[in-house]
């Protein structure tokens, strides 16, 4: 089971980037699938998430809005669509998916997610 992150980089305020999570040894109809943060410094907070049975999406307050959760079932991929970023949203970014219904088991490696101008 492994789950790729990318997409990360330096983006000016306001930009947007698409984040990707490749996904292999499972499909991508576990419980749930989610996206994760952590800002240096900080503790790793949920952005994201979507439950696959369903497709209902949670978002973080800070990021509602502005970013936009999704998966491709054919590519086995999972997206984080983030527009008008702010250095607030400066962090590692982290895809996860949930594979029983009991928390997140399964973590990608992460991705850089840089705002400055």
């Known amino acids: 089971v492994q789950l790729q992150a990318s997409g990360g980089g330096l983006v000016q305020p306001g930009g947007s980037l698409t984040l990707s999570c490749a996904v292999s040894?499972?499909?991508?109809?576990?419980?749930?699938v989610g996206w994760f943060r952590q800002a240096p410094g900080k503790e790793r907070e949920g952005v994201s998430c979507?439950?696959?049975?369903?497709?209902?999406?949670h978002y973080a307050d800070a990021v509602k809005g502005r970013f936009t959760i999704s998966r491709d079932t054919a590519k086995n991929t999972l997206y984080l669509q983030m527009n008008n970023l702010t250095p607030e949203d400066t962090a590692v970014y982290y895809c996860?998916?949930?594979?029983?219904?009991?928390?997140?088991?399964?973590w990608g490696q992460g991705t850089q997610v840089t705002v400055s101008s």
């Open positions: 040894g499972f499909t991508l109809d576990r419980p749930a």
């Open positions: 979507l439950s696959t049975w369903n497709d209902i999406t």
């Open positions: 996860a998916a949930d594979s029983t219904g009991s928390g997140y088991d399964y």
